[in-house]
């Protein structure tokens, strides 16, 4: 097994590290009034993004983007709602067991969450895209619980 050589003795260009520039604040106001025509769900989403978001979401820009994260939200609560009353499998045309029809549109509404959890930074990877660290959010959670 081959041993990596002194630092001295190395050649190179030396890379240092570096750390993400600090997400700039975007607003620090209060978070907008929850949608009237939100269900339960997606209020508790809707509350949960602008708190998370913690002055990184202007409501003039990201309003848009994070209603429609809501209301898929919604639209996955009620479809998974149906499906559980219903059972997973259900009879297809000659009796066959078939996986329950509504979980087509399961899938395709959690493909378009997993669209706008990139956008708004909800992932590692575009958190790091959009210079917002993972120390931030710890320090960001941290806070929140220490304010309890």
């Not at 630092?7 to 750390?19: K, L, M, N, Q, V």
């Not at 939200?73 to 499998?89: I, N, P, S, Y």
């Not at 899938?107 to 931030?136: D, H, N, Y």
């Amino acid at each position: 097994m081959a041993r990596s050589k002194s630092p001295d003795t190395r050649t190179g260009h030396t890379s240092p590290a570096t750390e993400a520039p600090a997400a700039p604040v975007v607003h620090e106001g209060r978070a907008p009034r929850v949608p009237a025509h939100l269900g339960e769900t997606g209020r508790e989403v809707w509350r949960s993004v602008w708190a998370a978001g913690a002055g990184a979401y202007s409501p003039d820009t990201d309003r848009n983007v994070i209603l429609r994260y809501a209301e898929l939200h919604d639209r996955r609560a009620e479809l998974m709602g149906q499906v559980d009353a219903d059972g997973f499998m259900s009879s297809g045309y000659s009796g066959q067991p078939v996986a329950h029809p509504l979980l087509r549109y399961v899938e395709s509404t959690e493909k378009e969450l997993r669209a706008i959890e990139t956008v708004i930074g909800f992932t590692p990877e575009s958190r790091l895209r959009l210079g917002i660290s993972a120390a931030q959010v710890r320090k960001s959670a941290l806070e929140t619980f220490l304010d309890l």
